[in-house]
């Protein structure tokens, strides 16, 4: 049988530590669907449509792109899963602090959903201090995230927040 896993989250926008945990994940899984959840609660900075497309350009040289699918979601994550025919969440954990929160969104969807299993990968040390939130605060601060996030989702990061700068990239 097929091992599929949905990788879901904000990604707004993608970081290295995303494409990192991603290619781990293939080593255990077949095929992992990213999943972009739709909420426009959370106010992010890129539409889907934006989001999308950096994930899509930051696979776009990797070897194992065919084995990716990039998709969005609205609703409950376990409902998704069921729909994709996935067997598992796949969520990375970097610090102590990112624990509370995804063992509370880890019990709840076990208790929505008792077969999907949800697998946490720890972060690759290099990647532990990045999220999308603290990069896009050093990018409007004038700071540089190059080696950070992948180098489409450098340039659109300027383009948006910094747009006086694009052209000294
Ligand atoms: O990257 P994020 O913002 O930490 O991802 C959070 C996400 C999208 C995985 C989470 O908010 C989610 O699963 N939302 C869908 C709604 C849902 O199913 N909620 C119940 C489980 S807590």
């Known amino acids: 049988m097929e091992k599929v896993a949905v990788y879901p989250g904000s990604f707004d926008p993608i970081t290295n530590g995303h494409l990192d945990l991603l290619e781990r994940g293939l080593k255990i899984f077949d095929r992992i669907v990213i999943a972009i959840a ?10 889907l449509e934006e989001r999308i497309e950096m994930i899509q350009q930051s696979l776009a040289n990797s070897p194992f792109q065919d084995r990716v699918q990039v998709d ?3 609703g409950l994550l376990v409902e998704y899963v069921r729909k994709v025919r996935a067997n598992a969440i796949l969520r990375g954990l970097r610090a102590i602090s990112d624990f509370e929160y995804e063992f509370q969104m880890a019990l709840m969807n076990r208790k929505l959903s008792n077969e999907i299993e949800t697998l946490f990968l720890m972060t690759a040390m290099r990647w532990i201090y990045i999220s999308s939130r603290i990069i896009k605060e050093v ?29 000294s990239l």
């Open 139 to 167: 990018v409007t601060s004038g700071g540089c995230v190059n080696g950070l996030v992948p180098e489409p989702v450098e340039l659109k990061l300027v383009e948006k927040l910094r747009p006086a700068l694009q052209t």
């Open 38 to 47: 739709a909420n426009p609660a959370k106010k992010p900075l890129f539409s």
């Open 72 to 74: 969005t979601f609205q």
